[in-house]
């Protein structure tokens, strides 16, 4: 067996490297850091990189290095994009989920493998115009792969979708019409467009470019075509940030300190009212797990606070954790100044391995950290909550981890919620990008249904933001805060609510299709090259 000589070792080094930096840049595209356009163009380099890989080789060659080459651009892009995962549990748990996400991106190496081959022969067979549609079924085949990340096992991680990281970009514009799935399509296309543009293909190249950039720029001033409603209703909502006495993972075990914070930033802010400093509040948003102290088996919870929505006479969301003859619930409960507890919104979307424990007795071989997982259970209302009763403004709920669900405030619009609110807890998660990269979700998400968002954190960071995606007002992380604005109730249909889901199985449809009909076509050539 002959040994690869430099030449061979140093071209596979240089390749994989580029592809490593190919997944950095997507990473960069994420909050804090927000360079939208780092996205589009790590595609671009990781496209050409695959091209000049492959060019010329057999198709078992070509499957190979699209795989590989996939595969450590996915790799990359995780592991620097979800260390807050093991802040407190280890770099296991870390790496592990690093490493399950870009399995994912080998499934795409595979099908970008028998696109390209199918693409290059279509060239080869009539002309540069008979590859373009194979070579642009890549995003759509992109989007499928996604919507499988997203959405299993354990409910799927939509967490490090694409879509998220071209908040304050042209290319977030796109949701408004089909969700998260055409924000990625678009990305991926623009990406392609650059890698066509350095192999000197202008028009294909240009027209790509323009289509996704330009034609983001204009949805915002052409949206009103498909949008109806007024805003000029307001309800002036205050956001609490209590904080939480120390990091780490025994958060629970401060419960009486965490509910405390939250009474005395409540107490503050009815002070402030009475004093004539600050405007009444229609309504008050608190942070999931503000009151880890069950108040309905706590009485002395129940009458503290019971007296802060007396003080500060508006009714207070309250993140709190029931049981019921199901088992624990993560819990928002709208509490009344006159009336008390009322309705509540019971947590759909669960985080897997963090608030319930899939495989819980395998796992637990493996590392300690499994048993201080959570076994709570989901509810199955509509996400949606009346803190004024009915006929009142409603409020759509999305609780923390189930902000990157479209499901989560897809079904609060569907069920007539005018704004937004999210309550969160950070906490366990420390001075990591984790509470950034979910206000960009949140962001994201405001722009997609034409909404305003309130984010209220335990620890930070919460924010006020506009239905444009614009945060108004936020707070410091780990700092005790408040904050309160006029919010714009909307009762608008974007194009996205109006389709739901439909938009991103269309694109994954196509996606699949064509990368089966390649795939066909790739076991034919192949065993055409063997005889």
Sequence with gaps: MRRPDRRTVGRFLLLTLAA????????????????????????????????????????RTTRRWSVW??????????????????????????FGLSVVESLYSLLFGLGLAALLTWSRSASAAGGRTRGILPFLAVPAWYVAVEWLRANWPFGGFGWVRL??????????????????????????????GIALL??????????????????????????????????????????????????????????????????????????EVDAGTRARPDLVVWPENASDVDPFRNPDAYTRIQAAAEAVKAPILVGTITRDEVGSRNTIVVWDPTD????????????????????????????????????????????????????????????????????AYRDAVDNGATMFASPTNNATFGHTDMTYQQLAINRMRAIEYDRAVTVAATSGVSAMIDPDGAVTQDTEIFRQGLLQADIPLRDTRTLSARLGAVGEWVLSAAGLAAALYAGMRFRKTTRRGRE
């Design 198 to 271: 350095v192999h000197r293909r202008w028009i294909t190249g240009a027209a790509a470019l323009v289509v996704t950039l330009v034609g983001g720029l204009i949805i915002p001033v052409v949206s009103p075509v498909w949008r109806s409603g007024d805003d000029s209703p307001t309800l002036n909502v205050a956001a609490v940030q209590g904080n939480v006495p120390r990091l780490g993972l025994d958060f629970n075990a401060q419960r009486e300190a965490v509910l405390n914070n939250h009474l005395q930033v409540t107490r503050q802010l009815a002070d």
């Design 20 to 59: 490593a930096f190919a997944g950095l840049a997507q990473y960069a595209s994420y909050q804090p850091t927000g360079l939208w356009w780092a996205a589009p163009l790590g595609f671009g380099l990781f496209f050409w990189t695959v091209d000049r890989a492959v060019a010329g080789k057999d198709p």
């Design 340 to 407: 008390g507890p009322g309705e509540q919104h019971v947590k759909k979307f669960l985080q897997p391995f963090g608030e319930y424990m899939p495989l819980r007795d395998l796992l637990r071989h493996v590392s300690s950290y499994v048993d201080l997982a959570g076994d709570y259970k989901p509810g199955d209302g509509p996400g949606t909550l009346h803190p004024a009763g009915t006929g009142g403004p409603v409020v759509g709920v999305a609780t923390c981890y189930e902000v990157s669900f479209d499901g």
């Design 163 to 192: 879509a998220w990281g071209q908040v304050g970009g042209p290319l977030a514009h796109w949701i408004t019409l089909a969700g998260p799935a055409l924000v990625a399509y678009a990305v991926v296309v623009a990406g392609l």
């Design 69 to 94: 080459l996939s595969w450590v651009q996915g790799l990359t892009c995780y592991l620097l994009l979800l260390p807050w995962v093991g802040e407190y549990v280890g770099a296991i748990a870390w």
